[in-house]
C-alpha cells in the first residue's frame, strides 16, 4: 500500500451534475497530481498542485478545477459532468525536490455519468 | 488525449518463461524513465526506473533498458510469475518543469500456469 487513500472508490452521477473526489497524500508529500484513466488508455495528467498552488497543467478544459489543503489533501472538482468524463481518477502524490521523485498513486476513483 | 482504441497490447507468457515489454517514447529531450505496475482494480505501482546517462538498470527479476538513439525502451522480467499478471507502463519526464510524467499506452502481461 502507498498510504495515498481516496474517496469515494465508486460515484455515479448524470451529465451536467458536478462532483468533487478526495485524495489525502502519503505523510511526508507536499506535492498532489491528477490523472485521468479511460479504459484500456494510460493515464492522462490533468494538473499538479504544489504548496496549494497549481504547479502544471494538461490538455483539460477549465471545468476541471481542484485544490490544495494545508494539510497537502486535495480535491479534484469537475462542473458540468459529460459522459466522456466516466474514467477512473487517480491521484498520486510525491515529495517535490528529492532527487529521482516518484509518484505514489492510490487506487482511484472509478466515476461513471450516466 | 489522443483517442485510442480499447484494446490493449497483450504479451501472453507461460509461468517461469522471460517476458519482455517494450515502450516507445515521444520526447528525445525526456531524462528520467519509469515502469508502473497496474493490477485490476488498484492505481500504477512503481517498478524499476533509469536515467537517461544509463543504457540498462537492473532490480530484483526485472531490467530495464534504454536506447536513446530510437526512443525504446523494454522492461524484462525474468522467471515470470501469475502474480505478475497486469498492466504496464512506461513514463517519461522531461527536465522541463515539475515532475510529471508521461504515461503511454500500457501492455497487458497475462502469465498462464
Known amino acids: 500500500e502507498t498510504g495515498v487513500t481516496q474517496s469515494p472508490t465508486h460515484l455515479i452521477k448524470t451529465r451536467g451534475q458536478q462532483v468533487t473526489l478526495r485524495c489525502s497524500s502519503q505523510?511526508?508529500?507536499?506535492?498532489v497530481s491528477w490523472y485521468q484513466q479511460a479504459l484500456g488508455q494510460g493515464p492522462q495528467f490533468i494538473f499538479q498542485?504544489?504548496?496549494?498552488?497549481?504547479?502544471g497543467r494538461g490538455n483539460f478544459p477549465p471545468r476541471f478545477s481542484g485544490l490544495q489543503f494545508p494539510n497537502y489533501s486535495s480535491e479534484l472538482n469537475v462542473n458540468a459532468l459529460e459522459l466522456d468524463d466516466s474514467a477512473l481518477y487517480l491521484c498520486a502524490s510525491s515529495a517535490t525536490g528529492q532527487v529521482n521523485e516518484k509518484l505514489f498513486f492510490g487506487s482511484g476513483t472509478q466515476l461513471s455519468v450516466l | 488525449g489522443e483517442s485510442v482504441g480499447l484494446h490493449l497490447p497483450t504479451l501472453s507468457v507461460q509461468e517461469g518463461d522471460n517476458s519482455i515489454i517494450n515502450c516507445a517514447y515521444s520526447n528525445s529531450a525526456s531524462d528520467y524513465f519509469i515502469w508502473y505496475k497496474q493490477e485490476s482494480g488498484k492505481g500504477p505501482q512503481f517498478i524499476i526506473d533509469?536515467?537517461?546517462?544509463?543504457d540498462k538498470r537492473q532490480g530484483q527479476r526485472v531490467t530495464v533498458l534504454l536506447n536513446k538513439t530510437v526512443k525504446h525502451l523494454s522492461l524484462q522480467i525474468a522467471a515470470t510469475q501469475p502474480g505478475d499478471s497486469a498492466v504496464y507502463f512506461c513514463a517519461e519526464k522531461s527536465p522541463l518543469g515539475s515532475y510529471i510524467p508521461t504515461f503511454g499506452r500500457g501492455t497487458s502481461l497475462i502469465v498462464h500456469p
Open positions: 498542485y504544489y504548496r496549494e498552488e497549481e504547479n
Open positions: 505523510s511526508g508529500h507536499n506535492t
Open positions: 533509469i536515467r537517461s546517462n544509463m
